[in-house]
């Protein structure tokens, strides 16, 4: 056996839940196929204050390069609400020197980390996954993590996932310009994100990451018809792109031998895309499993089921409420939308959704959508803009 723990992959859940592991003195080797972790990174880099610190990790200035109070989102038809707190809500980080501030703190506690190699396949043996293989190389271990991302080949490779909904693809770029340095904003419309939104996230007050994600079409020409339509011409680094899951969970992500993590285990905000935080204390929970079974020695599911048991129990129910937002948000034409911006504004709500806001949570949002549809005023904002029968199902959902 060549370690106790294969991870497969050096994103923040791989990282996270070998951390984990190899603090319980259990030997941990990670694989990632690129050069250096981290590198190439198209995340949009906004975690909450307070997800950083349920991952365990301290904020820092080597990967810390803004701190947002507030958002405005903006309607199809230019309208918008802005939402600010007192207090920090949100982080905008450099991924890559956050994964390597990650990948430090596994290796501190004993990880060994291996770059430039990328695992082709699962190697198995009677159904139980024993480890992984490349060009040339076979590793065995007690139990492996699949934390290989969105794409999810080797899982699907191996049977354990069938396709699940078509991810979005995700474009983001740099741009110098002249913004709110304390403010995101989120910009909905079929013309300028079919599907999803855009973003302009600031890195100080005169450079912004901006992006967007799309269910159709080409993300990179309507980032092009974004920038003209907010910066106007103005010349911007060759976008990355990436994956954006929002389908929520996948239905099992424990198997004999193995573990489904971060993305590859679909555990990530269906709102917003967003994966680090409650991808990473996801990943947590499957470290802590790992080291019940290796501690056990029994690594069939009766052990390894822990821990979709765990997530489920923990995380199940926000979900649940986020793929129902999402759901109806996919479903809201953009003349709904305008509709729900003006009898919002003009019942003015915007200071009770700034209270609300301020009480709620950025990665846990089920409290906070339940206390809004508990609200008189936004319901009625709400009924303009999504109807009564989709309003009714959201209700029910999160059993009001
Ligand atoms: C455009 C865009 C913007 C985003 N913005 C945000 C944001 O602002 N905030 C947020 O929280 N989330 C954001 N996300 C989502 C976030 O990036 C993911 O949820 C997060 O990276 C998931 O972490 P992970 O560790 O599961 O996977 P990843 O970060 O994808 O890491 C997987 C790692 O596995 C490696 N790997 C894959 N296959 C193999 C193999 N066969 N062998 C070896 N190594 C392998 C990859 O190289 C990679 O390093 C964004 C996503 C996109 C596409």
Avoid at 207 to 216: D, F, I, P, Y
Avoid at 275 to 304: H, P
Avoid at 375 to 384: D, L, N
């Amino acid at each position: 056996m060549d370690s106790d723990a294969l991870v497969i992959g050096a994103g923040p859940s791989g990282l996270l839940a070998a951390k984990t592991i190899a603090s319980r003195g259990f030997s941990v080797r990670i694989l990632e196929e690129h050069a250096k972790v981290g590198v190439p990174s198209h995340c949009a880099g906004l975690i909450s204050v307070e997800g950083l610190k349920r991952i365990g990790v301290e904020a820092s200035g080597s990967f810390v390069q803004n701190t947002i109070t507030g958002g405005r989102i903006y309607s199809p038809d230019g309208q918008y609400v802005e939402i600010k707190d007192r207090r920090p809500r949100a982080h905008v980080i450099d991924r890559t020197a956050l994964d390597q501030r990650l990948a430090e703190l596994a290796v501190d506690v004993g990880a060994e980390l291996t770059t430039g190699v990328r695992a082709e396949r699962l190697t198995l043996s009677d159904g139980c996954v024993t480890g992984a293989s490349g060009a040339g190389w076979v590793e065995e271990a007690r139990l492996v993590i699949d934390a290989e991302g969105p794409s999810r080949r080797l899982a699907r490779e191996a049977g354990v996932i069938n396709n699940g909904r078509a991810p979005l693809l995700g474009v983001n770029t740099e741009i110098g310009c002249d913004v709110d340095a304390d403010i995101v904003e989120v910009w909905f419309g079929e013309e300028t994100a079919p599907g999803f939104f855009a973003w302009v996230i600031p890195t100080s007050g005169n450079q912004a990451r901006v992006g967007l994600a799309t269910k159709s079409g080409d993300p990179t020409k309507f980032l092009a018809g974004f920038v003209k339509k907010r910066f106007g011409d103005t010349k911007y680094l060759p976008p990355r792109a990436g994956q954006v899951l929002v389908e929520g969970p996948v239905n099992k992500s424990s198997f004999p031998g193995l573990l489904l993590v971060g993305d590859a285990a679909g555990h990530v905000k269906p709102t917003t895309g967003g994966g680090v935080v409650l991808g990473g204390l996801c990943a947590i929970e499957a470290g802590k499993t790992a080291v019940k079974a290796l501690e056990t020695g029994d690594t069939s599911t009766k052990t390894l089921g822990e821990y979709d048991e765990a997530w489920r129990r923990l995380y199940g129910s926000e979900f649940r409420s986020m793929q129902t937002l999402r759901s109806l948000a996919d479903r809201v034409s953009d003349a709904r939308m305008n509709r729900f911006f003006r009898v919002f504004r003009d019942a003015g709500l915007g200071d009770r959704v700034n209270e609300l806001v301020a009480e709620g949570d950025m990665d846990l949002q089920e409290g906070v959508i339940r206390r809004a549809l508990s609200e008189p005023g936004i319901m009625k904002a709400a009924i303009g803009g999504l109807g009564r029968l989709a309003l009714a199902e959201l209700r029910g959902l999160v059993n009001l």
